[in-house]
């Protein structure tokens, strides 16, 4: 650890040491933090983008069975009024400082 050696060449006195030990310490605590909560906010988004292309994939299954003529047109307004008027926003959870 470079901190050690520091201490070893005497560059770091005790003191000094124990002080950035102890803050490095609480870096590297709440960086876990943050790769834990990045990594739970990852995952949820996945989840969703999962469940955004399955709906798309029955959304068009839907669409080619209405043109076809094998469906019936209340199915492709169903589909049709599950679109968001802005269909860009609320897929994904961003961490607000992203935003």
């Known amino acids: ?19 950035r030990l ?18 739970q906010l990852l995952r949820a988004n996945v989840q969703r983008a999962a469940e955004i292309v399955k709906k798309a994939q029955e959304d068009i299954s ?10 019936q047109e209340t199915e492709l307004e169903e589909v049709l009024d599950g679109i968001p008027s802005n269909s860009a926003d609320g897929f994904f959870f961003y961490p607000e400082e992203m935003l």
């Open 62 to 71: 839907i669409v080619e069975r209405v043109t076809s003529g094998q469906g």
């Open 22 to 39: 102890v803050s490095v310490e609480k870096w590297a605590h709440n960086e876990k933090q943050e790769i834990n909560r990045l990594r």
């Open 1 to 19: 650890m470079i901190l050690k050696k520091l201490l070893a060449e005497g560059k770091l006195k005790p003191v000094d040491y124990d002080r």
